[in-house]
């Protein structure tokens, strides 16, 4: 009867503390050598307690897709050979976050932290070409108006370096 009441704490996910209460008297010898022999039983008894955790399935995804990310540049570092497929728009926003960081910092000290992805890299460069050709742009647009050949080519490549770069225009207050 003991056991099918107990049946979910002893073998399910709770810690149960088992208390037995024999009686000293004579007449009670077989009561209390079958709760002795219950609480044998029960010592014998090996479960592991878990928290019950209810994890978000954004949050889940999230954290699966950036381990996927991480394993899949781990295996190109360890082979040899690089991705080919595009950068994901989080990957890409994360670029421009580490290079927004990078250009704001003051010190020789500074690194830029994109890992081993070449792409990334890549985009790297890629957004600091922006802002150089927007900064010289920016510096060009405030002279006295004589060099319209060399301000017409570099907005020329910048457009063009817009249309290769699916991301939003970094002015020059963002980069400062």
Do not use: H, W
């Amino acid at each position: 009867m003991m056991t099918s009441v107990l049946r979910d704490s002893l073998g399910g996910n709770c810690m149960t503390n088992m208390i037995a209460n024999i009686a000293a008297d004579i007449t009670n010898i077989g009561e209390s050598m079958s709760t002795c022999r219950f609480s044998q039983r029960v010592a014998l008894v090996k479960n592991e307690a878990l928290v019950n955790e209810e994890l978000d399935p954004q949050l889940l995804i999230a954290r699966l897709r950036k381990e996927t990310l991480q394993l899949k540049e781990e295996l190109c570092l360890a082979t040899g050979e690089q991705r080919t497929d595009e950068l994901t728009e989080e990957e890409k926003a994360s670029c421009v976050e580490a290079v927004k960081i990078y250009v704001a910092c003051k010190t020789d000290e500074a690194i830029l932290n994109t890992g081993t992805d070449l792409r990334k890299i890549q985009f790297c460069f890629k957004l600091l070409k922006i802002m150089i050709c927007n900064i010289v742009v920016d510096k060009e647009c405030t002279g006295d108006g004589e060099n319209e050949q060399v301000l017409e080519a570099q907005q020329t490549r910048t457009d063009a370096m817009k249309q290769t770069l699916p991301v939003t225009r970094l002015s020059q207050k963002e980069t400062v």
